[in-house]
Structures are given as C-alpha cells and as structure tokens.
C-alpha cells in the first residue's frame, strides 16, 4: 500500500506575485494610498500517520512573504512554530500531543495548520488533512514457494515477507483457501526485513489458493492480501537426471575408470529431500525395486559416484540410482553399458564423416590416400555402405583384409566392440549431416584412457572436443578466422596448404587454440621472423602438450591448428621426444588438426599423416 501523500496546488505563482507587487506600486503613487493586505495561504504536502505522526506543510503569500505557521490537532489549541514539519510521537510526555493517538484502528483525527504573513495576517482557511490508524496499512509479498498457477505435490513450503512505511511488521496472519481462517505468526527479522514462512505437508490434490497479509505495530492490517493460486498432484516425483559419460545402452572400455554423476530436482513440484535421499549401485541390484523395505538400503547423500578401472571388467554392466522425497515418493534411472577389453591387433582404422555431398572434393582426398599415406588401413563410413559406392573408386567393398584399404562396416557410431581391435584411429570429421553427434556417441574419451591413439581432423574443433578432450589436449580455445597457410612448427611435419582447385582462398575453422605458456621459446608470441622456425620443439608448459601447426595472420597470440597429446612421454626442457614410443602401455596419444581437411594439399596432407601415424603413435 503507498502513503497518502495531501498536495494542493499553488494558488499564486511566481509571476503573479510580481505582478501584484508592480501594480501596488503604481497604485501608491497614483493616489498616495497603500494596497490593502492579501492574506497568506497554506497547504499540507505530508502527512504520515502512526506511532510517530509527521506533518510536512507550506505557505504561500502574494503580497509579502510568510513568517510563521500555527497548528493544532482537532479542537485542540493553536501552537505556534517556524517549522515546516512536525513530528508527534505518542509516548513524548514534553509534548503538548503526548497523548496524542487513536483509541481504535477507524478513529478519525484532523490536523490543521494555517500560515501567518510579514503583515501579521492569518490565513483565513486553515489547511486540514483526516487520517486515521488505518491510512497507510502495510504491504506483504510472496517471496518463495508455487508461482502462479504452477503445478506442485503435496509437500509446499511458502515463505514471505512484509513492510510498512509509517511503522513496522509485527506479524503475519496466512490462510489456505478458506479466508475465513486465519492463522497469525510473528514475524521474524532476516537481514533487517520481517519474514514469515509455513510448510504444507499433506495438501489434498487439486487446485488451492495461499494467502497471506501483513499486520503492523498498529494493528493495521494489508487490506489486499498476497495470494498465489496453485495446483496439487499426487505421486509427483523428484526430477533425477543423469550426467554421466555413459549412456544407457552405450559403450566403454575395461580397466577405464568412470565417474557416474546426477542431478536432483524437487523444487519443481515443492517437494523436499530427507537427510539421506539417495542409493546408488554398480552391479547391484539391491535395493532397486519399488517395494517399500527396498527404500531403506543404504540411503546417502550424494551426487556422483566413482568407479575404479579395476572393477570394469569386459562384459555387461549395470549402475543404479535412485532417490526419494519426504513424502517416499521415488525416482530412479539405470545404465546398462557394455566394456570391451582393449586388444589392439588390426593397426589402424579410418572413420569418414564426411558426406558424400562433398564429391570430388573429399573423395579426391581418399583416392590420394591422404589421411593415412602409405600404412595399411582399415575402413568404417559413418554414413553406411549405401554412401561408400559413391565416394569416387576407394575399394571400400575389397573382399580381404589383405588389401590396403578396407571396408569394416558403418552406419552408425562406432562402438567399444569396434575401437577395441586397433591402436590407431583417423578420424575424418566435418559437423555437417550428423556425423558430429556420431562422434559423440562413440566412446572416444574411454578409448584414450584405455591406450588407444587417435587423430582427429575437423574444421569444427571445438564442437568435437568438448569437456574432457579438450583438458586432455590441455588447450584453451581462441576465434577462428580463415587463413591461407598454416605452417608446421614441429620438425618433420610439412605446411598445411589449401589444395588450389577448391579451397585455394584458404582453410577455414573454427578450432583455434591456445596452449598457454611454452618451455621452449618465450618468441612463440612474436612476429613471425623472430621464431627460430622450425628447428625445435613447443611444448606446453606441463610438457605433454605439444604444437604442430599454426595460423601466423595475427600474433597478438599464438592460434594453433595442430596440437599433440602425449600424456605418456617426459620431455625435458628443449628436448624432442624419441621415435616410434615404447614402454608400458597407458593413456593413448591424441592429435587435433583443425580446417576443412578436404581441402589440404593432398601430397603434404599424406605425408603427415603418415608421419604422425609412423613417428608419433609406432604404427607399422
């Protein structure tokens, strides 16, 4: 509720006040004769009734200038002040109004005041103003619980607070749907602003309305209540999502470790999590089944859950979660996935995902061998053996695997079944026709944990490589622009140029980096003849990150385009790594190399490639 505020308009103005003044002028010397006195006028501007009333008041007078102002309340006496304002409070016994105040809420009172001149005149009509208890009453909001309208269980908390502005809230009187029942509580002081709140635990289905008013140290009350209309649904339950790496139906690798993860939501519907609201499982089925004593087994709060690579053998398994509400209603979710036991034997697998609409453009590619070079590979198209005819002669339906290149299978993702017989994958990407998503749907991230190498080109890097790969690169990503070369920076690798026929303005990505600081050369940042390119190596500053290529059109920072994760080598300071590299087998090797890579040159693209495949991951 807003204060009442008594503005009255100015009955003389300015100009007219100098108006006045010229003609009485003129009229003394016309007939020797002084104007007769214009007597002041006043007006209230304020008045703010409660347990300390304040007045606010002004006066005006056309002919002079207003001296002093006389006041009362009801048929009291007249007391006289220079004031514009006045303050009375009830409990002041100096105060000629110390018992000043209202015996009820609706009692009336009259407060006057009139304006005395330089003239010695009195206004004739006193301003007045009538107020009561009741004229400025508290306001209450609705700060936490159902929106309007929204659908909740049974279990709703409500929480709200008031204010008042000629006093303060004392207390809170609510009611559920029948406003002839009132319940009143004090309200409570948070961070200086009195709140109240009310849990409904066992509300019936269907629909309801809330109401609550403030009521001040008066003893006035919010004459237009806060309300919220809302529905009820029985058996609603809490909203459990699963966040987790792995899907349900999905794939991993044995011996990878994993951490399973969710989310909860109750506040949708108002409901509440107990103490202990949630049990989770890996192959254990305890507990899981909807009946009553099963909602006792092992209840913990938690949000995640590790699994060590120990306990993932190959074969079938099963996570379980579930959880519950004060009112035992519960939710659950299982993921079954398959481990395959990682046994590299076949070498290397090309997946293509890039679409045939591409034609000569990617085909050529192919046909030049240039994603793998002179190694024997095999073949899997994402698009399906339906798309492989049409990628111009590649002999992709051979029928041995004798054959340098060989048509696996497609269609689809590939799968723990499939990645599990080769150490090295090319990964032919683009983001154009779904085979972005199938890259995500293929368990790349565990394939690399579990030793598997992969090369991954791809003119939308960062889409590819989000979460764990990127941290896996130890990249940080930059804007993208279209460049006409990007030279190598890592000895024996080759430039990365347009092929001429169709990409000779340049290769566009959006897979800039960054790699932070370098151990090898504070220039990288500099102009490009300041680099002792490319006579050593540039490692990031853990040493297992190294760069290849870079975009040299703005050194304001170093955009890289080719990036090597080697998690499993030491380097030491301006130290290049040895050839082919051996030892117990840990987190495979990942290489990112950014740009429409159909349109690289084919010689220089089949040359690195090759020498990646050969002197970075060993391959035969």
């Given at each position: 509720?807003?204060?009442?505020?008594?503005?009255?308009?100015?009955?003389a103005?300015?100009?007219i006040?100098?108006?006045?003044?010229?003609?009485?002028?003129?009229?003394?010397?016309?007939?020797?004769?002084?104007?007769?006195?214009?007597?002041?006028?006043?007006?209230?501007?304020?008045?703010?009734?409660?347990?300390?009333?304040?007045?606010?008041?002004?006066?005006?007078?056309?002919?002079?200038?207003?001296?002093?102002?006389?006041?009362?309340?009801?048929?009291?006496?007249?007391i006289?002040?220079?004031?514009?304002?006045?303050?009375?409070?009830?409990?002041?016994?100096?105060?000629?109004?110390?018992?000043?105040?209202?015996?009820?809420?609706?009692?009336?009172?009259?407060?006057?005041?009139?304006?005395?001149?330089?003239?010695?005149?009195?206004?004739?009509?006193?301003a007045?103003?009538?107020?009561?208890?009741?004229?400025?009453?508290?306001?209450?909001?609705i700060?936490?619980?159902?929106?309007?309208?929204?659908?909740?269980?049974?279990?709703?908390?409500f929480?709200?607070?008031?204010?008042?502005?000629?006093?303060?809230?004392?207390?809170?009187?609510?009611?559920?749907?029948?406003?002839?029942?009132?319940?009143?509580?004090?309200?409570?002081?948070?961070?200086?602003?009195?709140?109240?709140?009310?849990?409904?635990?066992?509300?019936?289905?269907?629909?309801?309305?809330?109401?609550?008013?403030?009521?001040?140290?008066?003893?006035?009350?919010?004459?237009?209540?806060?309300?919220?209309?809302?529905?009820?649904?029985?058996?609603?339950?809490?909203?459990?999502?699963?966040?987790?790496?792995?899907?349900?139906?999905?794939?991993?690798?044995?011996?990878?470790?994993?951490?399973?993860?969710?989310?909860?939501?109750?506040?949708?519907?108002?409901?509440?999590?107990?103490?202990?609201?949630?049990?989770?499982?890996?192959?254990?089925?305890?507990?899981?089944?909807?009946?009553?004593?099963?909602?006792?087994?092992?209840?913990?709060?938690?949000?995640?859950?590790?699994?060590?690579?120990?306990?993932?053998?190959?074969?079938?398994?099963?996570?379980?979660?579930?959880?519950?509400?004060?009112?035992?209603?519960?939710?659950?979710?299982?993921?079954?996935?398959?481990?395959?036991?990682?046994?590299?034997?076949?070498?290397?697998?090309?997946?293509?995902?890039?679409?045939?609409?591409?034609?000569?453009?990617?085909?050529?590619?192919?046909?030049?061998?240039?994603?793998?070079?002179?190694?024997?590979?095999?073949f899997?198209?994402?698009?399906?053996?339906?798309?492989?005819?049409?990628?111009?002669?590649?002999?992709?339906?051979?029928?041995?695997?004798?054959?340098?290149?060989?048509?696996?299978?497609?269609?689809?993702?590939?799968?723990?079944?499939?990645?599990?017989?080769y150490?090295?994958?090319?990964?032919?990407?683009?983001?154009?026709?779904?085979?972005?998503?199938?890259?995500?749907?293929?368990?790349?991230?565990?394939?690399?944990?579990?030793?598997?190498?992969?090369?991954?080109?791809?003119?939308?890097?960062?889409?590819?490589?989000?979460?764990?790969?990127?941290?896996?690169?130890?990249?940080?990503?930059r804007?993208?622009?279209?460049?006409t070369?990007?030279?190598?920076?890592?000895?024996?690798?080759?430039?990365?140029?347009p092929?001429?026929?169709?990409?000779?303005?340049?290769?566009?990505?959006?897979?800039?980096?960054?790699?932070?600081?370098?151990?090898?050369?504070?220039?990288?940042?500099?102009?490009?003849?300041?680099?002792?390119?490319?006579?050593?190596?540039?490692?990031?500053?853990?040493?297992?990150?190294?760069?290849?290529?870079?975009?040299?059109?703005d050194?304001?920072?170093?955009?890289?385009?080719?990036?090597?994760?080697?998690?499993?080598?030491?380097?030491?300071?301006?130290?290049?790594?040895?050839?082919?590299?051996?030892?117990?087998?840990?987190?495979?090797?990942?290489?990112?190399?950014?740009?429409?890579?159909?349109?690289?040159?084919?010689?220089?693209?089949?040359?690195?490639?090759?020498?990646?495949?050969?002197?970075?991951?060993?391959?035969?």
């Open positions: 509720m807003k204060t009442k505020r008594f503005l009255f308009p100015l009955k103005g300015l100009g006040l100098v108006v006045s003044f010229v003609f009485w002028r003129c009229e003394v010397e016309t007939t020797g004769e002084p104007r007769p006195n214009t007597l002041p006028e006043t007006y209230i501007s304020e008045i703010s009734p409660g347990v300390a009333t304040r007045v606010s008041w002004y006066g005006t007078d056309s002919d002079g200038r207003v001296e002093s102002f006389e006041y009362r309340w009801d048929e009291g006496s007249w006289a002040t220079a004031s514009l304002d006045e303050t009375f409070p009830v409990d002041d016994p100096a105060s000629p109004y110390a018992d000043f105040g209202f015996a009820d809420l609706e009692e009336q009172r009259t407060f006057y005041v009139r304006a005395i001149d330089d003239r010695g005149g009195t206004d004739p009509y006193p007045s103003a009538t107020v009561s208890a009741n004229t400025v009453k508290p306001e209450t909001q700060i936490e619980g159902p929106q309007f309208g929204e659908t909740y269980g049974p279990d709703v908390r929480k709200w607070s008031g204010v008042d502005k000629d006093g303060s809230v004392v207390g809170f009187e609510y009611a559920m749907d029948d406003v002839t029942d009132w319940t009143y509580v004090a309200a409570v002081d948070e961070a200086g602003t009195p709140v109240g709140e009310r849990s409904f635990l066992d509300l019936a289905a269907g629909a309801h309305i809330f109401y609550v008013r403030s009521v001040d140290d008066m003893g006035a009350m919010d004459q237009t209540p806060a309300q919220t209309p809302f529905n009820v649904v029985a058996g609603q339950k809490p909203l459990l999502v699963s966040t987790s790496p792995i899907v349900d139906g999905g794939g991993w690798f044995a011996a990878v470790g994993v951490t399973f993860s969710w989310t909860i939501n109750v506040e949708y519907y108002g409901g509440q999590l107990p103490e202990g609201y949630a049990t989770y499982a890996f192959d254990d089925s305890t507990g899981y089944s909807d009946d009553a004593a099963s909602l006792q087994y092992s209840w913990r709060p938690a949000l995640s859950f590790d699994i060590e690579g120990s306990d993932i053998a190959p074969g079938d398994h099963t996570f379980y979660v579930k959880v519950r509400d004060t009112q035992g209603t519960v939710s659950k979710f299982s993921i079954g996935f398959g481990a395959a036991g990682f046994n590299p034997t076949k070498g290397i697998l090309v997946v293509n995902g890039v679409s045939p609409a591409y034609g000569p453009e990617i085909t050529e590619m192919y046909d030049s061998s240039a994603y793998w070079g002179t190694t024997d590979v095999d899997w198209d994402l698009f399906g053996s339906s798309s492989s005819p049409s990628i111009s002669t590649m002999p992709v339906q051979t029928a041995s695997a004798d054959d340098p290149f060989y048509y696996v299978g497609g269609g689809g993702p590939t799968t723990p079944d499939v990645l599990k017989d150490s090295s994958v090319v990964w032919v990407g683009n983001a154009y026709l779904g085979d972005l998503e199938l890259w995500l749907l293929s368990p790349i991230y565990p394939y690399l944990l579990a030793g598997g190498n992969i090369i991954l080109t791809s003119r939308y890097g960062e889409d590819f490589c989000i979460g764990p790969l990127t941290d896996y690169l130890e990249i940080s990503w804007s993208a622009e279209t460049a070369v990007y030279p190598h920076i890592a000895p024996g690798l080759k430039d990365l140029t092929f001429s026929s169709y990409r000779s303005g340049g290769i566009s990505a959006t897979g800039y980096f960054s790699m932070g600081s370098y151990t090898n050369n504070d220039a990288l940042s500099h102009y490009h003849e300041d680099l002792p390119f490319p006579e050593d190596w540039y490692h990031n500053s853990s040493g297992t990150s190294t760069l290849l290529f870079y975009n040299d059109t050194w304001s920072y170093v955009r890289g385009m080719g990036a090597w994760a080697h998690p499993n080598l030491e380097l030491g300071d301006n130290e290049a790594p040895t050839f082919p590299v051996t030892g117990d087998a840990k987190k495979g090797n990942f290489v990112f190399i950014s740009g429409r890579n159909y349109g690289f040159n084919r010689q220089n693209s089949a040359f690195n490639f090759d020498y990646i495949l050969t002197n970075f991951f060993g391959e035969p």
